[in-house]
């Protein structure tokens, strides 16, 4: 049995210790704003904070994780950080088909915790492990520098 704590909450699985971090939380647990992308670490669909580092939860055997803190985009959805950061995508167009959304979020929050006023090279820096098909990055990155100055002292 594995013990950890998700999204604030201890649970426990008797799924293999071999088994991806991210189907465990698509699979058992019902939380699939985590998403699948190439499942090989290069895009970041799957980003999960992961003791408070963000993580690809493709690359993650859960045999690692006992302990662990894991957050998911629903575990900080009631964030003043995510609301900032929500607002700030959806005014300046930075989410199209939104499959990457819930990854690149995470990666904004990780980014913007670290460094609450990132230059635009460093905002795409930031995002770099992050893959968007639809909006080009221009906007992402629009939204996540009115994040940070929406949410200047939250960060």
């Known amino acids: 049995m594995i013990k950890f704590t998700l999204n604030g909450r201890t649970v426990e699985t008797d799924a293999p210790a071999t088994a991806r971090l991210l189907d465990l939380l698509r699979d058992e647990f019902d939380l699939i704003g985590t998403k699948e992308g190439c499942g090989e670490g290069e895009c970041g669909a799957c980003s999960v ?26 575990g900080i959805t009631e964030t003043e950080q995510f609301k900032i950061l929500d607002e700030s995508y959806s005014i300046a167009g930075g989410v199209q088909c939104g499959y990457c959304i819930p990854g690149m979020i995470m990666a904004s929050a990780a980014l913007l915790s670290k460094n609450p006023h990132p230059s635009e090279a460093e905002i795409r820096e930031g995002i770099s492990g992050n893959l968007c098909r639809c909006t080009g990055y221009n906007m992402i990155v629009e939204g996540i520098n009115l994040a940070a100055k929406k949410g200047d002292g939250l960060w």
């Open 49 to 74: 904070f992961v003791n408070n580092l963000l993580q690809n939860s493709c690359l993650i055997p859960i045999g690692s994780i006992a302990g662990a803190d894991i957050h998911t985009i629903e």
